[in-house]
């Protein structure tokens, strides 16, 4: 029995107990771009999907989306929207940030910089919303001199397929069961009664 026990107990410091990787599905759409110098927007329509996986224990930009693809009024992958986008995942903190967000952004200038006559964009919007919500979204475009906004970008969650376990996962489950089938193969042994 102290083996089991100092098993399970070896396999539980294995795996970190605080960890939880997140993998959502995004559906992004955006139209009605406007800058404050009133130059015509280069772009009338957008639409991208995307698949963020993170740690939501941790704050900060993460790395590159697991997928991204956009549609440029019409074309594929265009314009301000083809950059390497990274993201970022930042908890809820205090009164100006009272949910959790996701950011998404070109590389090109590093997240949320937009410099200006640059292909470059970012966008945020709530990480813990269930159904379409609001997403703040800007880009520049080469040649324009201020950021463009979006007046009404939506993201809408997208249902994500589940994963393959990894395999330590697997490990653990082998291990588990080979536990739970020896414990129980033991009990069985000591019910054994002659008369």
């Known amino acids: 029995m ?13 795996a970190p107990a605080n960890a939880v990787i997140v993998t959502r599905a995004y559906s992004l759409t955006a139209s009605n771009f ?3 110098n009133g ?15 993170y740690d939501d224990s941790m704050s900060g930009f993460v790395g590159a989306p697991t997928s991204f693809s956009s549609i440029t009024n019409g074309v594929p992958n265009a314009g301000p929207f083809a950059a390497a986008p ?23 200038n590093g997240g949320n910089t937009l ?3 640059t ?6 919007f709530d990480a813990s919303a269930a159904g379409p919500t609001r997403a703040m979204l800007s880009f520049t475009a080469a040649g324009n001199a201020t950021p463009f906004i ?43 009664r002659f008369a």
């Open 2 to 14: 102290r083996v089991v026990l100092a098993t399970i107990l070896a396999l539980m410091g294995v």
């Open 34 to 36: 406007q800058n404050f």
């Open 39 to 53: 130059t015509p927007s280069p772009i009338t329509a957008l639409s991208a999907a995307f698949q963020l996986t």
């Open 86 to 108: 990274i993201f970022g995942y930042f908890p809820a903190a205090g009164p100006m940030a009272t949910f959790p967000r996701l950011g998404v952004g070109g590389a090109l």
């Open 115 to 117: 410099l200006n006559r």
């Open 119 to 124: 292909d470059d964009f970012y966008f945020t």
């Open 150 to 192: 979006a007046t009404d970008a939506i993201v809408t969650p997208v249902a994500v397929v589940a994963a393959v376990p990894e395999p330590a996962t697997w490990a653990m489950f082998i291990v588990g069961f080979g536990l739970l089938g020896g414990v129980m193969r033991r009990r069985q042994r000591g019910n054994v």
